[in-house]
């Protein structure tokens, strides 16, 4: 199992931005389709967006698109969620995941192998 850790969460004002950072120090995250979810209090896990293993194919989800950015730095083994124009529903936990292989790149939580224990991101004024 590919263990990952999510670093970048904090607190930030309505209107700001965030980078979190999705790692691993045992894999490499290359050959991994990678996908970042986020749980609210009293909600369910959301799926937000991915990007595929080896052609660097993205999605998002309605919720997100325009205003997060999905990428990989190769170099450092990271992939990356920059979030701009936050909002106060934006506020959650957030994770990033590895797709099982067969899925690809995809945002359905059952379709993931492996989680971060994930990051706080709180917006708030």
């Known amino acids: 199992q590919v263990q990952l850790v999510e670093s970048g969460g904090g607190l930030v004002q309505p209107g700001g931005s965030l980078r979190l950072s999705c790692g691993s120090s045992r894999f490499t995250l290359d050959d991994y389709a990678i996908a970042w979810f986020r749980q609210a209090p009293g909600k369910e896990r959301e799926g937000l967006t991915c990007?595929?293993?080896?052609?660097?194919?993205?999605y998002y989800e309605n919720s997100v698109k325009g205003r997060f950015t999905i990428s990989r730095d190769y170099n450092k083994n990271t992939v990356y969620l920059q979030m701009n124009s936050l909002k106060p529903e934006d506020t959650a936990v957030y994770y990033c995941?590895?797709?099982?292989?067969?899925?690809?790149?995809?945002?359905?939580?059952?379709?993931?192998?492996?989680w971060g224990p994930g990051t706080q991101v709180t917006v708030s004024s």
């Open positions: 990007i595929g293993s080896s052609d660097g194919t993205t």
């Open positions: 995941a590895t797709s099982l292989r067969r899925f690809g790149c995809t945002v359905v939580a059952d379709h993931q192998a492996s």
